[in-house]
């Protein structure tokens, strides 16, 4: 397929992005959407040649915060989408539902959407729950790095064995609100039990296959045919950890040893935060690591994997953009997304199968899960 007809296939797909982080990075950065930042992966400019219809942007609540005003820092980082949003009206809109997105591919502006990333962001209260839910965010992932007070994550050790009878609660009252239940970093028990519970399809905004990258991050294939029969996406995410197998393995292997403090000249150790707060420290410990470098074939072959798995009608992207300290080359940002399309199209993926990874099997299920709202 030549060059042109790729680009004209991203240009009319509805292209939805699962997962970005920029809101976290403009509050550590302090800067707008639209300003110069080295370390974005997702701004304003970017984003707008990335050819995205919309974009999930992260209410993402560091595991510090469990405890410590989750919900007030979860408030705080949808202020900022807001005003982001409110301060570029001109080329973003802000987006609470699936026609909003279309809207938003009609009149040539990104759809921003609100996410929730972190249970814990709920302090154990449905009513902040529902609070989150009535100032924008369309899912909440359940977990983050962190095993809550009903949830247990798969990157800490399990507390409940899946879901408490509370965190079964939880996923009612979202199936009852239109939210979107995440299951991106819940543990494999806690996903069981999320698909026991949950009367609508759910959906992992920024998860890959664990048959080909074997961190606990990503989904089993067992997991991923449990997935298409509830009728769900699994979204796959661009970071080097979740997509190379090589890279998860050296991540793994020293996550299990003592990390070494960085700027501290003393050569005393200490283990990095998982909640990432220092995300320059985190950064420094990662690049000290020597990983390799995922690529964009790889990023390809997951979703070929899910596709062949969970089918054709089961699969997305998200990116994690601004949330992960490696992206693989050709996707070193938002505006290498066409590669992408191109990548698929070129290893024989069928046009239309191609829209439906794109964002087509994600509208989907967004809007079957609008339609059961009560």
């Known amino acids: 397929m030549s060059i042109s007809e790729s680009?004209?296939?991203?240009?009319?797909?509805?292209?939805?992005?699962?997962?970005?982080?920029?809101?976290?990075?403009?509050?550590?950065?302090?800067?707008?959407?639209?300003?110069?930042?080295p370390e974005a992966q997702a701004d304003l400019r970017s984003l707008q040649e990335s050819g995205i219809t919309a974009s999930f942007f992260a209410a993402y609540?560091?595991?510090?915060?469990?405890?410590?005003?989750?919900?007030?820092?979860?408030?705080?980082?949808?202020?900022?989408?807001?005003?982001e949003t409110e301060r570029r009206s001109d080329?973003?809109?802000?987006?609470?539902?699936?026609?909003?997105?279309?809207?938003?591919k009609r009149d040539g502006k990104i759809a921003v959407m609100i996410g929730v990333e972190g249970g814990h962001a709920i302090e154990d209260s449905l009513d902040i729950l529902r609070e989150l839910y009535s100032r924008g965010a369309r899912?909440?992932?359940?977990?983050?790095?962190?095993?809550?007070?009903?949830?247990?994550?798969?990157?800490?050790?399990?507390?409940?064995?899946?879901?408490?009878?509370?965190?079964?609660d939880v996923v009612r009252t979202m199936n009852d609100l239109g939210m979107i239940v995440d299951v991106s970093h819940i543990s494999d028990d806690a996903f069981r039990h999320v698909l026991e519970t949950?009367?609508?399809?759910?959906?992992?905004?920024h998860s890959s296959a664990r048959a080909l990258c074997r961190h606990p991050r990503n989904m089993t294939?067992?997991?991923?045919?449990?997935?298409?029969?509830?009728?769900?996406?699994c979204m796959i995410n661009f970071f080097s950890a979740f997509i190379s197998d090589e890279v998860a393995q050296v991540i793994m292997a020293a996550n299990k040893?003592?990390?070494?403090?960085?700027?501290?000249?003393?050569?005393?150790t200490e283990e990095m935060p998982d909640d990432r707060t220092d995300w320059d420290t985190?950064?420094?410990?990662?690049?000290?690591?020597?990983?390799?470098?995922?690529?964009?074939?790889?990023?390809?072959?997951?979703?070929?994997?899910?596709a062949s798995i969970a089918g054709i009608d089961h699969v997305g992207i998200g990116s994690d953009f601004d949330g992960v300290p490696a992206l693989p080359d050709g996707l070193g940002t938002a505006a290498s997304l066409p590669m992408l399309t191109a990548r698929l199209l070129e290893r024989g993926m069928p046009p239309g199968d191609v829209e439906k990874v794109l964002g087509g099997n994600f509208m989907r299920v967004f809007e079957a899960v609008e339609a059961s709202r009560k």
């Open 7 to 37: 680009e004209a296939l991203h240009r009319r797909a509805i292209i939805v992005d699962g997962h970005c982080d920029t809101p976290y990075r403009l509050l550590r950065h302090n800067v707008h959407l639209d300003e110069h930042d």
């Open 61 to 83: 609540v560091p595991p510090f915060y469990a405890g410590r005003g989750a919900a007030a820092f979860a408030r705080q980082l949808i202020d900022l989408i807001e005003a």
């Open 91 to 104: 080329a973003v809109s802000l987006c609470t539902d699936s026609a909003g997105i279309r809207a938003g």
């Open 139 to 168: 899912y909440m992932t359940l977990t983050h790095v962190n095993t809550n007070n009903w949830c247990d994550s798969s990157g800490d050790a399990p507390r409940h064995g899946g879901l408490t009878d509370f965190g079964r």
């Open 198 to 205: 949950t009367r609508v399809p759910v959906v992992a905004t």
């Open 221 to 233: 294939d067992d997991m991923l045919r449990d997935l298409a029969r509830n009728g769900g996406v």
């Open 257 to 268: 040893k003592p990390k070494k403090n960085a700027g501290d000249s003393t050569g005393g």
């Open 282 to 306: 985190y950064l420094v410990w990662f690049q000290s690591l020597g990983c390799p470098t995922a690529t964009l074939d790889q990023v390809a072959d997951h979703i070929f994997h899910v």
